[in-house]
């Protein structure tokens, strides 16, 4: 069942929530959250009941094994846990890659397996590796299976995240005040909930025909038109970003109507005026997972070898480019390869990761070898510099982003060659380029685009949204100013506009969600 | 070792992790008021901290602490804990 579906907003929704509120009203909180865990394994269900199994297979192993490590700490059973949950992941997601690339090396030709991929299954077995060195560690504990199915499988942040860690949520599971109807909650929940089906539904949705037919043309072996190629490329990363970052929304939105706050997810990441910036703001959630349980554990290594044997650290005032590939380019590439890997079974993710890792290298060289060039000290604090900045970002990642939405790298080959303009345009007469037919680039897509690039660099985003609600000047960041605006007319608060402004969007949504057959998120795939 | 030794030897660790001479380290210190103490430098700061006092940090606290009391309040029970 999706988000931006009849059956969810209509049915499923209402009945859950009230179901919820009506069972803990009457004074039972347990059974409430029966109810909840119970509906979410449901919500699952709805795409494939067989995987269910699988799901509370890994639900059941890992609440075991994550006790059994509270009580009593061992490292063998540590790496069993986390060895069994990455075979299990393996096995759905990348034994066909695998294959193929034993085929490839070794000029074989053994069969692809064509395995299902369980949906959430990189989600769920990320938080419970989480969940089970937090466990190791002493950070957590959890004795309560209903608990711990609840922290794992609540529906709005099963299937994509974001991403959290047990301590985080399961505090707020075990409050009396999340069994109690929250009108604010409600409110915001119901408001967040709308920012995100709108992001999705009209803003993603619009966008996805547009990069559609660049990516499409490149499918078939086509090198696009050089507009198109650019179009479709910008296209895309508007796509991808208002489609994740939309679901994201609607997540934390579904969670907070029941009370509970998930952490956010994206902070205007296209504002970033550099990679390492980018993904402070991206994924934020998954950045964090990578950077606890890879990057760290790598760099905690290898900083302990270099300092017991004497050898120089990195400091920026003499910075070295040995101490440099073995400290900071090493861990960053292995770190975004396998974060290329998890979002996907391919030569294409690995090579989008490994384009990030080398530009957050490049990156980190700049801030530390660079440091002290005139030139660099005369223009810092330049707004023109900060501009340019941000517009060289975008490009950098939807570039690289050209692999990611790739079926393999032959497309994203035959993208880049459109992007070059290295095709002649006397290939694209009518009926050669794939039923395309010029003019290539509609001057009714034009409007959209300016929509987007308006949200994405001129809005808040929807975590200081809410802190405007809320009256939060600390979330509302650098948009405060306008509450201070209204403190000044008294009587007036911007609660007003809010309804209305929320009350519009999710007019347009829901027209939009229920006139036409919905369509899935990007991220349900990984 | 009492809390203003431990104190010393952090603000020590500070000045050249961090490269610069002028810190002071007091209990509120936390990554969102030193630029320079990005995920990088945090990592070679707490192993620079773990060889200053013998102590070893597990994942979840290299990365679970809020601020630099937290920190101190980690390595006084690691201390605590060891023999002798």
Redesign the interface.
Known sequence: MLFNTFEFIIVFLPIVVAGFFLIASVGNSRLALYWLVCSSLFFYSWWNPTLIFLLLASLIFNFRVGLALSRKPSRGLLFFGVGTNLLALGWFKYSGFFVEVVNMLAGLAIPVPHIILPLAISFYTFQQIAYLVESHDGATKEDDFLSYCAFIAFFPQLIAGPIVHHREIIEQFKKPETYVANSLSIGLGISMFAIGLFKKVVLADNFSPIAASAFGAAAEGWAPPIEVAWAGMFAFSLQIYFDFSGYSDMAIGLALMFGIRLPFNFASPYKSASIIEFWSRWHITLTRFLTNYVYNPILTRLSRRRMAAGKPMLRRSAPSWNTFFVLLFAPTIITMALSGLWHGAGFQFLIWGLLHGLMLAINHAWRLFGNGLPLRERLRGNRLLRMFSVLLTFTAVSLALVFFKSADVDQAMNMFRGLLGLTARAEYEPGLFGGYAPPFLKRSDVPIFLVGFFIIWCLPNSQQWLGLIEGDREKAGRWAWVLAFFDGLRGWRPTMLHGFFIGAIMAAALIRAFGEAATEFLYFTF | MDRPGIYEILTDIFRD?F?DPGIEVHPALSSRDLE?W???NH??M???T??AFGVKF???????LKNVGELVNLIETKLALQPG
Request: proline share 0%.
């Open positions: 992790i490269d320079v990005d995920s990088f990592i070679n707490m192993v620079a773990e060889m597990k994942a979840s606290e290299v990365e679970g």
